[in-house]
């Protein structure tokens, strides 16, 4: 949906968060993954990193998501740290993709 990425561009989170609200809706609940990776996006341009945490969150919380999306939303999220000069968070959600990735193998 590109209205998501046009307003999370604009930074009108909570304009784009209903908009994702609505589409859910008329999809029995279905979540899109591309549309909130473009909203963290959006978060980690406009260097907010508590709006950036909270997309992550919602993000993991979604049940079957892929897992090569979740890796890239946590490295979304630690850029999002580093740039706001965060860099023991960026460090933690770093180590936590090591710690998953030593897992799987």
């Known amino acids: 949906m590109w209205q998501i990425d ?6 009108l989170f909570d304009e784009a968060q ?4 609505e589409y859910e809706q008329k999809q029995g ?3 899109d993954l591309p549309v909130y990776m473009a909203l963290l996006s959006g978060a ?6 508590l709006k950036a945490k909270e997309i992550y ?11 090569n999306t979740l890796v890239a939303a946590a490295v979304l999220l630690a850029n999002t740290y580093s740039a706001h000069g965060n860099y023991e968070e960026a460090t933690k959600i ?3 993709q090591l710690v998953a990735e030593k897992k799987k193998k």
């Open 94 to 96: 770093r180590q936590q």
């Open 29 to 31: 609940n279905k979540s």
């Open 6 to 11: 046009t307003l999370a561009r604009a930074y």
């Open 44 to 49: 980690r341009n406009n260097h907010n990193d």
């Open 57 to 67: 969150n919602q993000l993991c919380s979604i049940p079957n998501a892929d897992k």
């Open 18 to 21: 209903q908009l994702i609200d």
